[in-house]
């Protein structure tokens, strides 16, 4: 056969790397403390019109959708929601918590990754 090389038929499995990539990240919720500048209008519902979150002000410019959380239960905890969008169009969930007047951020992070060892 002289030097020439005969390749045989065969498979070969790879493992795509777009594939792990695409996988779906998990996410926990966080929730971190902001001051709200918000409005109480005539009914005395609460709607927030600026936040501050890490030193910076942001204006909202609309409130996007809303709903609540416990409030047929009168010793459930009444958590009222804001999903709305600000000056610089970005889009931010907002809880406001009436019984302690508290408002909150609420952000989805990666969730950290826990090694088996």
């Known amino acids: 056969m002289g030097g020439m090389l005969f390749a045989k038929n065969f498979s070969v499995s790879v493992l795509s790397v777009t594939s792990v990539a695409k996988r779906k990240m998990e996410k926990e919720w966080v929730f971190e403390d902001i001051e709200v500048e918000s409005y109480a209008g005539h009914k005395g519902q609460e709607s927030p019109r600026a936040f501050v979150h890490l030193a910076r002000r942001y204006e909202i410019l609309e409130i996007l959708d809303r709903w ?3 409030g047929v239960d009168p010793k459930a905890l009444r958590q009222d929601y804001f999903r709305v969008k600000t000056g610089e169009r970005e889009i931010f969930l907002l809880r406001y918590t009436p ?3 508290s408002w909150t951020l609420c952000r989805r992070l990666p969730a950290p990754r826990f090694s088996n060892n």
Do not use: A, N
Request: glycine share 16%; hydrophobic share 0%.
């Open 68 to 70: 609540y959380e416990g």
């Open 99 to 101: 019984r302690y007047q």
